[in-house]
């Protein structure tokens, strides 16, 4: 496989480099943590944005023991902008693993598969699937990402780096399977794979006799009513989309995704995402208890990607597109999430852990891609 550019990468942010980041500036027990200051979370996006430079619009979603709400500084683009706020539609990028990793849990939970299945039994006859020995790829692997598939096939070549994954199509990722050859044991080790996940989304729609949209929607966006979580936009979220921005606050064209959906391929707005850090906080409260408590099950974690910190049990994700970033954390035990969506492609972690943390802290120094 070619060397990954650094392109390749924006759909999966160093996740190590992430937990490491985590792991340094925890220095507070659960029982110091107090309700997130807002003003200070205000500051923090206007020394982003503002000073910085950046950013371009950021919209951060709090919940604590004073509810939930939205923090928004910044606009929809650099020229002629409007202000962000909890209707503006960004790319999320690789959070939106979670949403097919939900999708995987409901279908087991409602007997339509098991998650230890081969994912070659969702797929048609013909396809050919790479095995290690005597051991078969599960859709279980290829949600915790131990499939020992690789982060992108063989046989990616975008025809133009801009929008890299719209012309990889079913017939490239059949290719692809049918040739590659695993160089790690099935279940041996984390390897973060965005064919794995995308392959997953697509097994399950395979499975569920329709396309990647459909499932995700009546799967988990229609049950939560998450109704700006799409695909492909309609003409009021193109109206509401926030335009994509480089590094250098360039603006650059959007993603879309073919087969590979799964792995980075929806649009949410904040009060969307508020919705869903929410149910994934409270799932009592929702039509899709049993699929989020088992997503989330330390036994069986499906997407979600754990922090080992005192105090605490937290669940969280990142993504990055060509012009976005995201980032979602949640903490079960002490009943407080963050997330960030961003519309430069500059990731947004460390801002995320440091809000997690208490705005008042020291800055986080953001995790860098190798």
């Known amino acids: 496989m070619r060397e990954m550019s650094v392109e390749d990468r924006r759909i999966c942010r160093p996740l190590d480099k992430v937990l490491v980041a985590f792991a340094m500036v925890w220095g507070v027990q659960a029982s110091a ?4 200051n807002d003003a200070e979370v205000q500051a923090l996006l206007q020394q982003r944005i503002d000073v910085e430079k950046r950013g371009v619009g950021m919209v951060v979603g709090l ?3 004073n509810g939930r709400r939205i923090v928004s ?6 020229k002629d902008g409007r202000p962000v706020d909890g209707e503006t539609v960004f790319e999320i990028g690789s959070i939106t693993k979670v949403f097919t990793a939900i999708a995987l849990a409901d279908m087991a939970e409602k007997g339509e598969l098991a998650v230890t299945d081969p994912v070659t039994q969702l797929l048609p006859e013909q396809v050919s699937v790479p095995r290690r020995g005597n051991k078969q790829i599960t859709l279980l692997n290829l949600s915790q990402h131990t499939s020992g598939l690789p982060s992108l096939p063989d046989n990616f070549a975008p025809a133009s780096m801009e929008n890299p994954y719209v ?7 059949y290719g692809f399977l049918a040739d590659h050859r695993l160089k790690r044991e099935i279940g041996a080790t984390v390897e973060y794979s965005n064919v794995g996940v995308g392959l997953l989304g697509h097994a399950l729609a395979q499975r569920a006799r329709t396309d990647y949209a459909t499932l995700v929607r ?7 009513q998450m109704l700006d979580t ?6 009021s979220q193109q109206a509401r989309l926030a335009t994509g921005h480089s590094e250098s606050r360039e603006p650059v064209l959007n993603w879309d995704f073919d087969v590979l959906a799964g792995a980075g391929g929806l649009r949410s707005s904040g009060n969307d995402m508020l919705r869903f850090m929410a149910a994934n906080l409270n799932p009592d409260e929702t039509p899709l208890k049993a699929a989020l408590l088992r997503a989330q099950s330390r036994q069986q974690l499906l997407g979600w990607l754990p922090a080992a910190l005192p105090g605490v049990k937290l669940l969280w994700h990142n993504g990055g597109t060509g012009g976005y970033a995201s980032f979602i954390a949640f903490d079960s035990k002490n009943r407080r999430g963050v ?10 972690d460390d801002l995320g852990i440091q809000i997690l943390q208490g705005a008042a802290k020291a800055p986080v120094k953001p995790p860098s891609v190798p």
């Open 33 to 36: 943590l107090a309700a997130f």
């Open 63 to 65: 919940i604590d023991e």
């Open 73 to 78: 500084h910044g606009v929809t683009r650099l």
């Open 167 to 173: 012309d990889y199509t079913e017939q490239n990722l």
């Open 218 to 224: 009546q799967r988990v966006v229609e049950p939560l």
């Open 230 to 235: 799409v695909l492909a936009l309609s003409p």
């Open 339 to 348: 997330f960030i969506l961003s519309n430069v492609e500059s990731g947004v």
